[in-house]
């Protein structure tokens, strides 16, 4: 990944060239902001998709169904995206 911001001077926020932000009547737009739009709908979908997979897994646990294909299918996707929610709730995001 080309990273389009770097740690500024004082290390206490990021920064990015002036060629990777356009900035027309009070709207910010360009290559960062397309980036954090796209960061922004990955963590959405997956806080959402948590969400979704516990309902199933609580349908298919009411059903009888924990040792089936599609139980531990939807477990490990679970606990993958958690992972994922994890690591970046460590880096505050």
């Known amino acids: 990944m080309n990273r389009l911001t770097r740690l500024s001077d004082d290390k206490k926020s990021y920064v990015t060239d002036k060629d990777k932000v356009n900035i027309e009547d009070n709207i910010c737009s360009g290559e960062?902001?397309?980036r954090l739009g796209k960061f922004e709908d990955f963590y959405?979908?997956?806080?959402k998709g948590q969400s979704q997979v516990q309902e199933e897994l609580e349908r298919l646990r009411l059903e009888g169904k924990e040792k089936s294909?599609?139980?531990k299918e939807l477990m490990a996707k679970k606990l993958t995206e958690n992972h994922i929610l994890n690591m970046l709730k460590l880096?505050?995001?």
Request: net charge negative; charged share 30%; no cysteine.
């Open 44 to 47: 959405e979908a997956l806080v």
């Open 69 to 71: 294909y599609r139980y």
């Open 32 to 34: 960062a902001i397309d």
């Open 91 to 93: 880096y505050d995001l």
